[in-house]
């Protein structure tokens, strides 16, 4: 009963300000739904969640969405960083049931390995959109030139001079970017199947400097994925203190 009057109510917040309304509003909803739960800490094998975790899960869920947007992504990309966020958080249930020291690692090395891909992101975005934008632009121009009559959605592929400046501009730019970018993607999974502790802090290190370049060249909005990252290798780095002093712990409180 609740539950349903708590999505009749939200049903009416939101049509209180769409301009008007459609049958099919909350459409694919429900995965945001099922990685806010899961975030905040309910488990998908079955357990107890608390609302406080899940409202928490909502706000960074939230969070994460906004800056996909602000990076131009497009709503598919979205619904990929949204399914990978699903699979990280079951991976870090899992790992939690598991207790094994090696399993965190790799799953704090797979998240960090997210946060380089979040990072990837918006600099190749901005590359294929234009790379793909000239490629049609190009195939409706050389349609036209062997006579072929267009389809409107053709003729819309159609760039002007300005138009096509700027794409050739967007590609030169980032393409660049991307390739550091996609190193350093690569570089992130390297502790998925080589666990030594030097390669961890060799990435802390690539994270923290990057940092400044990519902010200075306009991809401010990846900043925090790469300090989220630094931060989550760092955190592997303590995993085996942690879960020595884990186990000192238990053997004290058998002993006594």
Known sequence: MFCSLSAALGALLFLGRAPYAKSDYGQMWELDA???????????????????????????????????????????????????????????????QSKNEKNVQRLLAAVGALMAF?????PASIYLRAKVALIEHNSSLALKANGVK????????????EEIKGFETAI????GVSIVCLLILLAAMVPLFRQERVIPILL??????????????????????????????AMSLLVETIFDRARKLDLNAARA
């Open 34 to 96: 099922i990685a806010a739960v899961v975030i905040g800490g309910t488990s998908l094998f079955g357990g107890r969640g608390s609302l406080w975790g899940t409202f928490m899960g909502v706000l960074l869920l939230k969070l994460i969405n906004n800056g996909l947007t602000l990076a131009q992504l497009n709503t598919f990309w979205q619904m990929v960083v949204t399914g990978l966020i699903i699979i990280v958080a079951v991976g870090i249930d899992i790992v939690r």
């Open 204 to 233: 802390v290190v690539v994270f923290v400097v990057m940092i400044f370049p990519i902010t200075s060249l306009g991809y401010g909005v990846t900043s925090p994925f790469l300090i989220f990252g630094s931060i989550i290798f």
């Open 150 to 161: 267009l389809a409107p959605g053709q003729t819309s592929r159609l760039l002007g001079p």
């Open 118 to 122: 979040l990072t990837l992101m918006t």
């Open 172 to 175: 030169s730019t980032n393409i």
